[in-house]
């Protein structure tokens, strides 16, 4: 498949996407396999977190334009976990995971690195990624040194002191990205209709705008 050029960072763009994304999973979750959730089936968990995926972009959006991004690092991390779980519970395969889930059972809100691995690798995929954000974004997620360096460097901007501005260029270049692919994970997990999914009846005629933004992105899927 021939990629086309990356567009640049959009905020407008990103929210109307995520306006048709959840539009699409209402509508979906007025399905007789979800009943507007009172039904707890497959579907039900796959809408529940995608609807949770989308939530997230949408304060990854704000934390970017608002500048505190001791706060974005953790609500990507919560983003990817999701993503996680919601990747393993569209198998069709997970079905008892997924009930599980919705029962509200321990230890099993934990998507699983290697079942993704697999299907990425069955997809074509011979060196997948799956999980290296995860642990990277782990470390500023959790009460470490360099967690707290971070929150340090954001006080000393909000004061003014020389210097701190310059520490925070790599996130401002990389944030907006970094939400542009959670949007393209989203959109993607929506609307792929792979034999091992759980199906998701979708109208993609009634998301034109995140058609276009899967489209136009610079990957294949997640995992490349």
Not at 10 to 19: A, F, R, S, W
Not at 39 to 49: E, F, R
Not at 189 to 208: A, E, G, W
Request: some cysteine; glycine content about 6%.
């Amino acid at each position: 498949m021939e990629k086309q050029a990356e567009a640049k960072f959009e905020p407008k763009q990103i929210l109307t996407c995520l306006d048709e994304v959840e539009g699409e999973l209402f509508r979906i979750a007025d399905n007789d396999q979800c009943r507007r959730f009172h039904n707890d089936s497959p579907l039900t968990a796959m809408v529940l977190l995608m609807m949770r995926m989308s939530s997230l972009i949408r304060s990854l959006l704000l934390l970017l334009e608002s500048g505190n991004f001791d706060g974005f690092d953790p609500v990507l991390r919560a983003f990817e976990e999701t993503f996680y779980l919601a990747h393993e519970l569209r198998l069709s395969a997970s079905a008892d995971k997924a009930a599980a889930w919705l029962r509200g059972d321990k230890d099993v809100w934990s998507g699983k690195i290697g079942v993704l691995v697999e299907f990425a690798k069955k997809r074509g995929h011979p060196g997948p990624n799956i999980g290296r954000d995860y642990g990277l974004l782990s470390e500023l997620a959790h009460p470490t040194r360099s967690a707290a360096n971070n929150s340090v460097t954001l006080c000393a901007v909000r004061r003014g002191i020389e210097g701190a501005k310059a520490e925070l260029a790599e996130a401002e270049k990389n944030n907006p990205e970094r939400i542009r692919y959670a949007l393209y994970r989203l959109i993607w997990l929506l609307s792929d209709q792979d034999d091992q999914f759980v199906n998701l009846p979708i109208d993609l005629t009634k998301m034109p705008q995140s058609e276009n933004f899967v489209q136009s992105y610079d990957r294949i899927e997640p995992g490349t």
